[in-house]
């Protein structure tokens, strides 16, 4: 069946500092939606990025992400972290089994002054 | 921002007690789905409906929840016998028919005692 796999599950960095969180994907499906979520506590987890189209760059909120078909990659990036970046996220694929999503297991980032 | 409601926020049971929540999808939101967020924060897909009819649930949906989504009503997810490993927060989200994004509530942190 379909997985997802974040390697991390905690990641500290210092305020300032590059974000990269990874994300890679197994899926028998040719054309798979990939998607990261951040979930801040005591808040609902909401969508920070989607992409389906192979090598293509899409960016939200300074992150940005690129869906590579051939390493079934997802790795989400930021070129500076803030304090406020601190939060839950989740890399998640979609790929046609009614919609339902599955997910990573999550990458706490906690960003120190 | 997400305008799904999820009732109550908090709920705390005995084992083997009934355990019911509930969740207003967006307007216009015909697909819902409910997922499970354990203590290790990992999510786990439990069923999903379209209106009124249920698309895919897992083996433990079926034998010990129960999850209806009626016309012009909230939609619900029970558990009729409340385990402590039912401990989690239940996420419920909606989107629009076809679509690719999921729109999450708050949750309902459910604690069996």
């Known amino acids: 069946g379909d997985s997802v796999t974040q390697t991390e599950g905690l990641v500290t960095l210092t305020e300032g500092l590059p974000v990269m969180l990874n994300c890679t994907y197994q899926t028998i499906y040719s054309n798979p939606f990939l998607f990261w979520y951040v979930h801040y506590l005591n808040e609902s987890p909401r969508l920070l990025l989607k992409s389906s189209t192979d090598n293509k760059r899409t960016e939200h909120q300074g992150f940005h992400a690129t869906l590579h078909k051939s390493s079934s990659s997802f790795h989400l990036q930021k070129s500076s972290a803030q304090l406020s970046d601190s939060a839950l996220y989740y890399c998640?694929?979609?790929?046609?089994?009614?919609?339902?999503?599955?997910f990573g297991a999550g990458t706490r980032l906690a960003v120190c002054p | 921002n997400s305008k799904v409601i999820q009732t109550p926020r908090y709920l705390v049971k005995g084992q083997g007690q009934k355990a019911k929540m509930r969740c207003i999808p967006e307007k216009g939101h015909p697909v819902v789905f409910w997922y499970q967020q354990n203590k290790n924060n990992e999510f786990k897909f439990l069923i999903n409906?379209?209106?009124?009819?249920?698309?895919?649930q897992i083996d433990m949906t079926e034998k010990r929840f129960s999850a209806e989504c009626p016309s012009n009503s909230p939609c619900s997810l029970e558990i009729q016998s409340s385990e402590a490993g039912d401990s989690a927060l239940y996420l419920c989200?909606?989107?629009?028919?076809?679509?690719?994004?999921?729109?999450f509530g708050p949750g309902t942190r459910l604690t069996v005692l």
């Open positions: 998640a694929q979609e790929s046609g089994s009614f919609n339902k999503l599955t």
């Open positions: 989200a909606s989107s629009l028919l076809g679509g690719i994004e999921q729109y």
């Open positions: 409906f379209q209106n009124q009819e249920v698309l895919q």
